[in-house]
T-cell receptor
Framework: DAGITQSPRHKVTETGTPVTLRCHQT?????MYWYRQDPGHGLRLIHY???????DKGEVSDGYSVSRSKTEDFLLTLESATSSQTSVYFC????????????FGPGTRLLVL | GENVGLHLPTLSVQEGDNSIINCAYS??????FIWYKQESGKGPQFIID?????DKRQGQRVTVLLNKTVKHLSLQIAATQPGDSAVYFC???????????FGKGNQVVVIP
């Protein structure tokens, strides 16, 4: 599992409330990623980080923010959750010989009512 | 678990038979490819990868074939087992060494 944990694993929240998802890794990887996965779509990149305090937007970043104050933690925040953000969220790290292979966490299932 | 298999092409295969899963990738400049397996309720799991300077790579019971001429990638699973039932999707490195683009996936159902 590449030493990746995500919390919470399941969450139900109401529209308009803030939500923060946490990704934690234990192997000092530089690159970390947040994806969402929805039926009919492949994994879509929300944001990624290439170091402490270094982040960039992915293809579906609207409505999301991230923070990385230390190497091991990458936080994804929904400032005001909407029903369209109901999804499964996966965190990934990049590893491998040439730093190209991504390994995923177990996912967080989020339901916004 | 998550309904990641909804709307996906489905391959039904008899236990013990070989499976072939196909993927068309989008960018002729991609130079690195990965196959992932995702079981219901779990995160994607790395299976095997291949670089563009190769056309075939073998792992344990799996083989990946790359045809750069037609931008096609395939995953062959030998002697398919019930534990192989999952969604399989490919990924390509388009953006350089820090981002991947993912296919939508194929559902494999193994019939005992």
């Amino acid at each position: 599992d590449a030493g990746i944990t995500q919390s919470p694993r399941h969450k139900v929240t109401e529209t308009g409330t803030p939500v923060t998802l946490r990704c934690h890794q234990t192997e000092n990887h530089r690159y970390m990623y947040w994806y969402r996965q929805d039926p009919g779509h492949g994994l879509r990149l929300i944001h990624y980080s290439y170091g402490v305090k270094d982040t960039d937007k992915g293809e579906v970043s609207d409505g999301y923010s991230v923070s990385r104050s230390k190497t091991e933690d990458f936080l994804l925040t929904l400032e005001s959750a909407t029903s369209s953000q109901t999804s499964v969220y996966f965190c990934a790290i990049m590893s491998g010989t040439d730093q190209e292979t991504q390994y995923f966490g177990p996912g967080t299932r989020l339901l916004v009512l | 678990g998550e309904n990641v298999g909804l709307h996906l092409p489905t391959l039904s295969v008899q236990e013990g038979d070989n499976s072939i899963i196909n993927c068309a990738y989008s960018n002729s400049a991609s130079d690195y490819f990965i196959w992932y397996k995702q079981e219901s309720g779990k995160g994607p799991q790395f299976i095997i990868d291949i670089r563009s300077n190769m056309d075939k790579r073998q792992g344990q019971r799996v083989t990946v074939l790359l045809n750069k001429t037609v931008k096609h990638l395939s995953l062959q699973i030998a002697a398919t087992q019930p534990g192989d039932s999952a969604v399989y999707f490919c990924a390509e490195n388009i953006y350089g060494n820090n981002r991947l683009a993912f296919g939508k996936g194929n559902q494999v159902v193994v019939i005992p």
